[in-house]
C-alpha cells in the first residue's frame, strides 16, 4: 500500500515571504507521479505542480518550487514571495504510473495562511 | 481548457429524496472521478470510469448510482440519503496514455455541496 504524509497539519506566512510545505511518501513502485494540488477555501481544487519519479529535475511552475529527493521519498513544496491568494489548503498526492493504476493517494492536508 | 464543470453548486434534500449530480468536461478525457470530500479533509475516491464504464467502485454503498452516458458527462444519483452523507461531491477527468493506462494529474470539478437532512 502506498502512503503519503503531510506532518505540517497548519502554517502561517508573511505576504513576501518563502514557506515550505513537508511531504513525505511510501510506494513500492519505481514509476509514479506526484503532484501539489491547492484548494482554497470554498473553491475549486487546482493542480499546482507535478513531478514524475524519473526526472532528477525538480518542477518549477512561477514561485512555486518542488524539492523532490528520491531515495529519501521526499516531496517538499516551496513558495516563494507568498501572496494572501495563497491562502488554501493545499495537498500532496501520489498517483503510480503503467498497468490499471488510478488511484491518487492523498495527505491529509496542509492548511496555509498567508498574512498581510 | 481544462474545466470541469459540475451541477448543482449546492444542493439540499431529504432522506427519501431522489436527486442526481452532474459533471461535465470537454477536454477529451476518457477517464472520470467521482469523489466525497468532508471538511478539511482530503477527497476520497469512490468511483472511476474508463472510457465510459464502471472500473472501480470503492465499496460505496448502493444508494449513491454513478451513471456515464457518454464521454463527456458523468452522473451521481442519489437515493435514501442519510445526513453523514453530506459532504462536497468533486468530479474529476483525466487522460488516457496510448497504452489505455490512466495517466497523470486529475482535473476536479468546483464540486457540489451536499446537505442531507
Known amino acids: 500500500a502506498q502512503t503519503v504524509t503531510q506532518s505540517q497539519p497548519e502554517m502561517s506566512v508573511q505576504e513576501a515571504e518563502t514557506v515550505t510545505l513537508s511531504c513525505t511518501y511510501d510506494?513500492?513502485?519505481?514509476?509514479?507521479?506526484l503532484f501539489w494540488y491547492k484548494q482554497p477555501p470554498s473553491r475549486q481544487m487546482i493542480l499546482v505542480i507535478r513531478?514524475?519519479?524519473?526526472?532528477?529535475q525538480n518542477a518549477t511552475e512561477n514561485r512555486f518550487s518542488v524539492n523532490f529527493q528520491k531515495a529519501a521519498k521526499s516531496f517538499s513544496l516551496k513558495i516563494s514571495d507568498s501572496q494572501l491568494g495563497d491562502t488554501a489548503m493545499y495537498f500532496c498526492a501520489l498517483k503510480n504510473s503503467g498497468g490499471s493504476n488510478y488511484k491518487l493517494t492523498f495527505g491529509k492536508g496542509t492548511l496555509l495562511t498567508v498574512n498581510p | 481548457d481544462t474545466e470541469v464543470t459540475q451541477t448543482p453548486k449546492h444542493l439540499v434534500m431529504g432522506m427519501t429524496n431522489k436527486k442526481s449530480l452532474k459533471c461535465e468536461q470537454h477536454m477529451g478525457h476518457r477517464a472520470m472521478y467521482w469523489y466525497k470530500q468532508k471538511a478539511k479533509k482530503p477527497p476520497e475516491l469512490m468511483f472511476v470510469?474508463?472510457?465510459?464504464?464502471?472500473?472501480i467502485n470503492e465499496s460505496v454503498p448502493s444508494r449513491f448510482s454513478p451513471e456515464c452516458p457518454n464521454s463527456s458527462l458523468l452522473n451521481l444519483h442519489l437515493h435514501a440519503l442519510q445526513p453523514e452523507d453530506s459532504a462536497l461531491y468533486l468530479c474529476a477527468s483525466s487522460q488516457h496514455g496510448t497504452s489505455g493506462v490512466l495517466r497523470d494529474e486529475q482535473y476536479f470539478g468546483p464540486g457540489t455541496r451536499l446537505t442531507v437532512t
Open positions: 470510469y474508463s472510457y465510459e464504464k464502471l472500473s
Open positions: 513531478q514524475e519519479a524519473y526526472k532528477q
Open positions: 510506494t513500492s513502485e519505481n514509476n509514479y507521479y
